[in-house]
């Protein structure tokens, strides 16, 4: 049966990358973004001229009513069909240093990366665990690992998606619904455009940025029936960045 994969984020970056490997894989990609209309549309074309095939599923992931009812609509829809594959990639970026840290700031930034993986993720898991195959992917980051100064709404985001990902994996892991993150180091990406390679250089030992495919390969392999021994895993991919 053909897979159906929900890709938050996938008009851009990172996701659109995920959105082009999975649907070489075979998966029907569902392109949710939050406004960026162009940007999905062409994420989906990018999916069609791969041979494969897509469709938009826009929500703010930080709304969990919003969420929730842009998926149960689409499974009911789809009836015949269940999303096996789930990649928590939307995110956003706004540093401060704490001590001028305003609440939108704390909030935005949270409600994005944490909540968004607690309301897609609830939405789905039930059929994942009835249909007995899953996979949930998130994306997290370095900062999420390390800490990053100027960036603790950030790293507490995606310290929080981590935890989660760990407990999550131990709940569902006996249904064959398998629950991992990816850790990206610097990726050349638009939420990275303001930042300089040149000046990044001499600390990353690959001596580059990556590029959006090097995560979406990996995310790839975490999708496909071939990981299943892999749960509850936090995989870094930073080009030698330490961790
Ligand atoms: P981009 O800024 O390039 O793209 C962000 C994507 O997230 C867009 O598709 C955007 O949609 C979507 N998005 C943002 N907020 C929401 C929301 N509330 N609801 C739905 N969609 C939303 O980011 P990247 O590709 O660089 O990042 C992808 C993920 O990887 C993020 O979680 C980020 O934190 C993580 N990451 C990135 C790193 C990097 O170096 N680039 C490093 C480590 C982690 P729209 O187009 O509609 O705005």
């Known amino acids: ?47 069609e001229q791969r041979g494969g095939s897509g469709e938009l ?4 992931v930080a709304d969990g009513q919003a ?3 842009a998926i149960e609509k689409w499974q009911q829809d789809n ?12 995110g956003v970026r706004q540093d401060n240093m704490l001590m001028w840290m305003n609440d939108e700031e704390w909030e935005n930034v949270m409600d994005t990366s944490l909540n968004g993986f607690f309301f897609s993720t609830r939405t789905l898991i039930k059929q994942m665990l ?21 960036q603790v709404n950030y790293s507490a985001a995606k310290a929080g998606v981590i935890g989660a990902t760990k407990a999550l994996a131990q709940e569902v892991a006996k249904k064959k619904v398998t629950v991992n993150a990816v850790a990206p180091g610097f990726i050349k990406t638009d939420m990275t455009q303001d930042l300089d390679e040149k000046d990044y250089k001499s600390v990353i030992p690959v ?18 029936e071939q990981s299943s ?7 870094s991919v930073t080009g030698g960045l330490a961790t």
């Not at 015949?80 to 990639?89: A, D, G, K, P, W």
């Not at 001596?207 to 496909?224: K, T």
């Not at 021994?229 to 995989?235: A, L, N, Q």
Request: glycine fraction near 12%; proline fraction near 3%; aromatic fraction near 8%.
């Open 1 to 47: 049966m053909k897979q159906n994969a929900l890709v938050t984020g996938g008009s851009r970056g990172i996701g659109r990358a995920v959105c082009y490997r999975l649907g070489q894989m075979g998966c029907h990609i569902l392109i949710n973004y939050r406004s960026n209309e162009d940007a999905a549309k062409e994420t989906l074309e990018g999916v």
């Open 57 to 60: 599923l826009p929500f703010d």
């Open 67 to 69: 969420a929730t009812t």
């Open 79 to 90: 009836e015949e069909e269940y999303i096996s594959i789930l990649v928590n990639n939307a």
């Open 130 to 150: 009835t249909k007995r195959f899953g996979r949930i992917i998130n994306i997290v980051s370095l900062s999420g690992l390390n800490g990053m100064p100027g």
């Open 207 to 224: 001596q580059r940025f990556g590029e959006p495919e090097e995560i979406a390969d990996l995310v790839g392999f975490l999708a496909s």
């Open 229 to 235: 021994y892999i749960t509850g895993e936090v995989i």
